[in-house]
């Protein structure tokens, strides 16, 4: 088992940043990758970024490319999103999420999809963006 809890959501303007952060606990090895989810109210859950546990395998929305880097500190067991030039869109439930994968596209490729194959999950973070 894996367990997941997100923390760093708020409320911030159009145009700023925050950082989100994910602790990972549990049996971590279990885990290859790494990937963040939103959901806004009455939409399909979105892919945002994920990492595969090379570090160096990543992917982004096309929404958020060149706005949102995805980052992990395995060393502590953390997985972070850093998000800068914030929209009113980007208003969601934001969730942390891990699962382990064959090869670092199928992680892309599922977080792609919107993560339904990934088992562990938080609880999610609210970030809500003003105009």
């Known amino acids: 088992q894996v367990q997941l809890v997100e923390s760093g959501g708020g409320s911030v303007q159009a145009g700023g940043s925050l950082r989100l952060s994910c602790a990972v606990s549990?049996?971590?090895?279990?885990?290859?990758?790494m990937a963040w989810f939103r959901q806004a109210p009455g939409k399909e859950r979105e892919g945002v970024a994920s990492?595969?546990?090379?570090?160096?395998?990543?992917y982004f929305g096309d929404s958020v490319k060149g706005r949102f880097t995805i980052s992990q500190d395995n060393a502590e067991n953390m997985l972070y999103l850093q998000m800068a030039s914030l929209k009113p869109e980007d208003t969601a439930m934001y969730y942390c999420?891990?699962?382990?994968?064959?090869?670092?596209?199928?992680?892309?490729?599922?977080?792609?999809?919107?993560?339904?194959?990934?088992?562990?999950w938080g609880q999610g973070t609210q970030v809500t963006v003003s105009s």
């Open positions: 549990g049996n971590t090895y279990s885990s290859n990758c």
């Open positions: 990492i595969y546990i090379d570090g160096e395998t990543t």
């Open positions: 999420a891990a699962d382990s994968f064959d090869s670092e596209l199928r992680c892309a490729m599922v977080a792609g999809l919107g993560g339904y194959g990934f088992h562990y």
